[in-house]
């Protein structure tokens, strides 16, 4: 087998491929706008988000996640899952957040 891809970008092909017409996933909790289209799909360690809500209730931009916890969100916040780096375009806001320190 001839292998044209690295695990990553083929990894990375396949996620994009299933969340192509699932904008619907993306919707914010606490405001109109849609995660996707912002470009703020992050992840951030469970005990941040458990903070401010359930595992599976659905996707904040990041605005609303700040608003939850009442601050900014900083590098420390965010996981080191390959969405955090770049994986899928990021937002300036995301960018700005990611690269702040606590
Ligand atoms: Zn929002």
Not at 21 to 26: I, R, S
Request: include cysteine; glycine fraction near 4%.
């Amino acid at each position: 087998m001839i292998y044209t891809q690295t695990t990553e970008a083929y990894n990375k092909a396949r996620i994009i491929i299933w969340l192509k017409d699932k904008l619907e996933l993306f919707w914010c909790l606490d405001c109109p706008l849609n995660t996707k289209e912002l470009l703020e799909y992050y992840n951030v360690h469970d005990n941040i988000w458990n903070s401010v809500a359930s595992p599976n209730d659905g996707m904040l931009c990041i605005g609303c996640l700040e608003n939850r916890l009442g601050r900014r969100l900083s590098r420390n916040d965010f996981s080191d899952a390959p969405i955090n780096h770049g994986y899928f375009p990021r937002s300036d806001r995301f960018i700005d957040r990611f690269n702040s320190a606590s």
